[in-house]
């Protein structure tokens, strides 16, 4: 039983593009989030899409959009790329929000 | 708003040693309680969870105690291995798991042989 799926595992980008990032969860789970970890830090809620729809989100700028598909897979999307976005970017997915999450091993991204 | 407030590292403890890892958190409501452990080059695995008052969350060796009054859910283990070295994160939900996770910063724990 596949768990979270992210990709890509790395990914270096150049300050002011754009970069998407995709999420696969768990078989049965039809809830995603995503986080951002600094180096050093806790990971920061950034949204939570069910059902196709942004359901949550925290407290970051709208260069942070995602995408969930019929299919429950999520997209990140981040624009205008800032030094600061370096991160490892987490998916996590639940079955309805409830019970507990199972987290994919991220997407480390680095700006340059 | 809620946080967590966690004891600050890195710790490091020979093989067999008592572990305590602090953690404070504040809250609006009744939230639940959880410890997550991150592997090197791994993403998040739920180590134990607690979702109400005086419940007591356990797994692989490790226990963690809801306590209202203090607000708090320390982690212990009466005997650490080498392989628990990793990074061990707190955190909360207002529900269990409904909204999203507030996470502490993170502690990393060295276990030496």
């Known amino acids: 039983d596949a768990g979270v799926t992210q990709s890509p595992t790395h990914l270096i980008k150049t300050r002011g593009q754009q970069v998407t990032l995709r999420c696969s969860p768990k078989?049965?789970?039809?809830?995603v989030s995503w986080y951002q970890q600094a180096l050093g830090q806790g990971p920061q809620f950034i949204f939570q899409y069910y059902e196709e729809e942004e359901r949550q989100r925290g407290n970051f700028p709208d260069r942070f959009s995602g995408h969930q598909f019929p299919n429950y897979s999520s997209e990140l999307n981040v624009n205008a790329l800032l030094l600061g976005d370096s991160a490892l970017y987490l998916c996590a997915s639940s079955f309805r929000g409830l019970g507990g999450y199972t987290f994919g091993s991220g997407t480390r991204l680095t700006v340059v | 708003g809620d946080s967590v407030t966690q004891m600050e590292g890195p710790v490091t403890l020979s093989e067999e040693a008592f572990l305590t890892i602090n953690c404070t958190y504040t809250a609006t409501g009744y939230p639940s309680l959880f410890w997550y452990v991150q592997y090197p080059g791994e993403g998040l695995q739920l180590l134990l969870k607690?979702?109400?008052?005086?419940d007591k969350g356990s797994n692989k060796g490790f226990e963690a105690t809801y306590r209202k009054e203090t607000t708090s859910f320390h982690l212990e283990k009466g005997s650490v291995q080498v392989s628990d070295s990793a990074v061990y994160f707190c955190a909360l939900s207002e529900q269990d798991g409904a909204n999203n996770l507030f996470f502490g910063t993170g502690t990393r724990l060295t276990v030496i042989p």
């Open positions: 078989s049965g789970h039809d809830t």
């Open positions: 607690a979702t109400k008052a005086d």
